[in-house]
């Protein structure tokens, strides 16, 4: 990266370029920056953006990736808000985390702000000892701060392809799991789990005491926090079965951000690593419905063209969040960089990612 005394260049300036020269600029400026940067896609992401990814994955995978990349000073994170506060606490501080578009954040993990989850906290504590009787499970899909206070609360995070080993070390350390932001991840994970119902509740931060009576409090293991993703609750029971009037053969595969009803179902329920594993090795010819983000529905349809891949719904639209990143923004992030400017960089305070830290390399250590 050559270092220069002039201004960055103005988002303004990309937004009319044709497909082509984008295309073809972004893939000049990595050419010219070379092992100094890797771009990371998620597999929500639209395929202009996709293209120019050195890897494409989950949010933990791709955290994972800029961590061991540690040769690679600058990583380009094509996500959203929350994986890259996440590839910044697991990255070495050598390393620069870059989000094109500053506004790609996450409904969800803006669903449980850190004073609402302290004030929850604070609240049980009034009823019962917390610190001893409630563990404190984040979603990856959450802001840097919960996941430092899960960290210094003796908590851990979890991703959806681990919720179910983390629920399992979360009770056998303590009594009842506060599980947040997602009430459906937590939920669905519990029900495959076997936890009978009566010993679930929903906490609504906007609520005295989530809305439960002390009794309700005291008898739940399962304290789930009432948020979820915008796009996952979009999916409907009906929407499955109207695929199996049409397929009766088809095989349903949903992501555990839906709701229960949605789950119950389905044939199978996975992270999007799973689902894009699963219809991947499935024998061609067969038929699937798939119920999670539009952009990577569309692209295993594609890939997949030996077997019939549908999207579960007709009605439900891709994440608006994760479309933030577009070939403009990241066209101009990585011209920026190659001429000596770092746009748009994550970076968590140092205290919080100690402490964010500690709840991430609990949850890795078990799975
Ligand atoms: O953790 C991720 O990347 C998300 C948002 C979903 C998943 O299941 O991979
Ligand atoms: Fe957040 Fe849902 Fe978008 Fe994932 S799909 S980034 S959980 S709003």
Redesign the pocket.
């Known amino acids: 990266m050559k270092s220069v005394a002039s201004l960055p260049r103005p988002i303004a300036e990309y937004q009319t370029l044709s497909a082509e020269e984008l295309f073809a600029r972004t893939a000049a400026a990595k050419r010219a920056l070379g092992d100094q940067v890797m771009v990371l896609g998620?597999?929500?992401q639209r395929d202009e953006v996709i293209e120019h990814a050195d890897v494409r994955?989950?949010?933990?995978?791709?955290a994972k990736q800029a961590a061991e990349r540690a040769d690679r000073p600058y990583v380009v994170f094509c996500?959203v808000h929350f994986?890259a506060e996440t590839a910044d606490i697991l990255s070495r501080s050598n390393q620069t985390v870059i989000l094109p578009d500053l506004a790609a954040g996450?409904s969800m993990a803006d669903m449980a702000a850190i004073e609402q989850v302290d004030q929850c906290w604070e609240s049980l504590g009034r009823l019962l000892p917390v610190e001893n009787t409630v563990l404190p499970v984040v979603y990856?899909?959450s802001a840097a701060v919960l996941k430092a206070f899960c960290g210094e609360h003796g908590g851990i995070t979890c991703?959806?392809?681990n919720a179910r080993a983390v629920m399992e070390w979360a009770w056998a350390r303590r009594e009842k799991i506060l599980f947040f932001p997602d009430e459906h991840l937590g939920r669905n994970t519990a029900n495959a789990m076997g936890v009978p119902r009566e010993r679930m509740i929903v906490w609504d931060p906007y609520l005295p005491n989530g809305g439960n009576t002390r009794d309700a409090i005291h008898r739940a293991t399962l304290i789930l926090w009432k948020g979820h993703c915008s796009v996952h609750q979009m999916f409907r029971p009906a929407h499955v079965d109207y695929f199996r009037r049409q397929y009766p053969d088809g095989i349903v595969i949903v992501?555990?951000?839906c709701h229960e009803d949605v789950v119950n179902k389905a044939d199978l329920v996975?992270?999007?690593?799973?689902?894009i594993r699963t219809v991947r090795s499935a024998p061609p010819g067969t038929t699937w419905a798939v119920g999670?983000e539009l952009n990577l529905v569309n692209r295993l349809k594609r890939e997949q063209a030996d077997k019939r891949v549908l999207f579960l719904s007709s009605t439900v639209c891709q994440c608006a969040t994760m479309f933030r990143i577009d070939a403009p923004h990241l066209c101009w992030a990585m011209e920026n960089l190659a001429e000596g400017h770092v746009v748009n960089r994550i970076v968590v305070p140092e205290d919080e990612k100690a402490w964010a830290k500690v709840a991430l390399d609990r949850m890795m250590e078990i799975s």
Not at 57 to 62: A, E, I
Not at 270 to 275: A, L, M, V
């Open positions: 998620h597999n929500y994955g989950d949010s933990l995978l791709l996500g994986m996450c990856v899909n991703t959806s392809s992501h555990p951000e996975g992270s999007t690593e799973f689902i999670t």
